[in-house]
């Protein structure tokens, strides 16, 4: 027993508390390697897009988006940037510190972003749109941000801005009018400083070379950094800003009309998933967070309950495990307010088909196709075709006709009834070999039933677990299961 128990006679020392310092090491800095084409290569983590829950108790406080991507990405998926990603909705970028001690980490050139080594390049995916870089400036009809947010709808503008420098435009990576935005800031309405920024910061990290991305976004000196010091807390100069802000347009228009931006997105054959979570975000804040009460509006023990899976699990799920590419078709049986038919279409560039029967979420969900393919317009990034349908998925014929294409399939049946899941095995039995149905509970089960043994004979199913606020009802983690047609 140690020297406690010695029955020597020497007397024991008193007791002590030993304290050791431990130094933990710093974890390494990633080897991040540039394209060999000399342009950024995109990045594989998430951008902090967060998202207001359907439900009341879920609600977040950063966003009205439900995102990370698809909630507020806390999700362990943020990359390390300065205020831009890190500003909480509920409280307005503009009151931020400027800071001179940064780390280098936070520095974006000193951060070289890279391909996922677990993605393949799909190289007949297509990134630039056809109708964005034409000789003529197109209309691109979005929702603009000052519609939602602005003097009008009795947001107040930010400190120190005067009514005539209230209202600003933002130049998109495309030959598309610019979008208005008014410097005001209100609570759980679009942050048009905090949006300005991250367009900015995505526009150089994808669109742009290392060399010309430097003015965009270098530490030091760039126009990023002047609108991040001008809004500070500790100068809050509105003037400084709009300057920086028309000087990062007319530098962007240049690089649109010379050519160099169609030329460098010609060599990109997949969009980052932090650009996918911020385009999707900025489709679902001015379509669906106006209204998002409405998803509230459901029966309670019934299938039609309302609930969204998110950016990151739905990247991990179409390109991790499925790998999708975009000659394949995506089919979400009960697709909500559109939200992973948009994400499948953008990320993947695949066919993409939804069904759904809920009433109010088929009309956020055709607000929300119409503002996202203006949107990926603008930012001048081609799109799979998407297709919304209305009704029961079991019996919509444009739904059953393109289920025998299919080759992945998601199905959020967390809240289905066994009679609905019954007759989704059913309709499986005509999905071709090697389909795969992603879905929340399993379709193969230890019950001895008959229509448990149709599912087993042409089902080969894995079992998974996601991460933490991976889904919109919950914050913890939780199973999913991918069943491959047999």
Known sequence: MGILNNKNKLK?????????????????????????????????SYSASPRLSPNPRLSRPKSASPYPSSSDEKRGLTRKRKAVSSTPRDSPAFFGD????EDEDNDPFRKRLRLSETRS??????????????????????IHAADIASVATKCPPIHGAKP???AIELQYPSRCKRERYELVWQKDKIDAVKDILSVVEHVAETYLTDDEAKPFIDHNASFRRQMERAISEKYRDVPVFRT??????????????????????????HIPPSLVSFILTQVYDRTVAPKVEMLTKYEMGSDNVYGELLHPFITKLLVDQTKMTSDQVFIDLGSGVGNVVLQAALEIGCRSYGCEMMENACNLAEAQEKEFRSR?????????????????????????????????????????TSTLNDSLINMFLDLKKGCKIISLKSFVHENKTAINDVANSILDVQHYRYHENWVSWAAAKGDYYISTKK
């Open 376 to 416: 990926c317009l603008l930012w001048g990034v081609a799109h799979g075709r998407v297709h919304l349908e209305r009704g029961d998925f079991r019996t919509n014929a444009k739904i059953l006709e393109k289920l025998k294409e299919a080759d992945v399939i998601l199905v959020n049946n967390k809240a289905f």
């Open 12 to 44: 024991p020392a008193p007791q002590q508390i030993r304290v050791e310092k431990v130094v933990v090491p710093s974890k390494p800095r990633p080897n991040l390697t540039p394209k060999s084409n000399g342009l950024r290569a995109p990045s594989s």
């Open 98 to 101: 400027d800071s001179e001690s």
């Open 121 to 142: 390049i799909d190289l007949n995916r297509k990134f630039r749109h056809k109708k964005a870089f034409g000789d003529d400036i197109r209309d691109s009809r979005i």
């Open 164 to 166: 005539e420098e209230v």
């Open 244 to 269: 920086a802000l028309q000087n990062y347009n007319d530098k962007l228009l240049e690089l649109v009309e010379n050519g160099t931006i169609s030329k460098n997105i010609d060599q990109i054959h």
